[in-house]
């Protein structure tokens, strides 16, 4: 069974910095290609950052240039490292894996936010 397990998340100050941690389970993790998506007070859903398998990234619009994502497959987990940060990137940080059978599994979400 597919699980995955956000943590990291909490209150930082604009400009700063936070990482956020995916732990994954229940499939071979290094196999599959793996993602970050946002869900802000207010608005859509919106993608933040993905990685292939074979480490290839790509990083929305809004957060390219101070987010990178990257992933640990002897650790099974995957990063979200979060500079400079605005308070626009407040929102409950989702790790996404796209496994089968669903191809499209969700985490809990870890709460971010940035604020004075």
């Known amino acids: 069974q597919v699980q995955l397990v956000e943590s990291g998340g909490g209150l930082v100050q604009p400009g700063g910095s936070l990482r956020l941690s995916c732990a994954a389970s229940g499939f071979t993790f290094s196999r599959y290609d793996l993602g970050w998506n946002r869900q802000a007070p207010g608005k859509p859903r919106e993608f933040v950052a993905g990685?292939?398998?074979?480490?290839?990234?790509r990083l929305g619009d809004s957060v390219k240039g101070r987010f990178t994502i990257s992933r640990d497959n002897a650790k099974n987990t995957l990063y979200l490292q979060m500079n400079s940060l605005r308070p626009e990137d407040t929102a409950v940080y989702y790790c996404?894996?796209?496994?089968?059978?669903?191809?499209?599994?969700w985490g809990q979400g870890t709460q971010v936010t940035v604020s004075s």
């Open positions: 996404n894996a796209y496994v089968p059978p669903a191809y499209d599994y």
């Open positions: 990685i292939t398998s074979a480490g290839g990234t």
